[in-house]
């Protein structure tokens, strides 16, 4: 059985746009992920709403994916890491460029990529995925001034990091896209659809 740890922020988590409340497990995009996949795989869930890459928020403790990762590589020892973190960067108080959103994901790639413990055959391989658009819209988007613009600059970061690191590639903006009206979450939709791809994508990682 293959492990895959999914490491992400509220649309890992299934934060709903549209509902007031979360995903339950049969529409999150990860537990679709599972049944397609099927007990040759384990699909681990690690979401946390408002993850960032590397940066701490001052509004919003906990929140750095960076503390986080490490214990949780430690806790699980995944053979696949599908990391995508980058939409919480966007807020207006970290005052970040797109290339620098890049750089906090790749120093994540980079923890991964170093995790050899003994009772692992190699480190994870990293399926490193660069996060869909935003909308500003006027609901839901306080603190995020400025961010859609920017965050159509994302795809072409992300794919040159992961060049640079030699991992895999995944721009979920090609093909998912955030709630029209709230800009941020993916409605159940876009959740299918995400689960799909990876469906599609994940076997061919472990064939190569």
Known sequence: MKSVLCFGDSNTWGYAPDLPRRFNMSERWTM??????????????????????????PFEPGKKGLDYLYPCLESHHPDLVVLMLGTNDLKTRFNVSASDISKGAARLVEMIQRFHHGFMAKPADVLLVSPTLVFETRIGFEGFDGAAEKSKQLGHYFKLRSEELNCHFLDAAEFVEPCAVEGVHWPLDQHTKFAHRLSEIIPTLFNE
């Open 32 to 57: 679709q992920l599972q049944l397609l996949l099927g007990d040759q795989y384990r699909i681990i869930e690690e979401g946390l709403n408002s993850r960032t890459t590397v940066f701490e928020d």
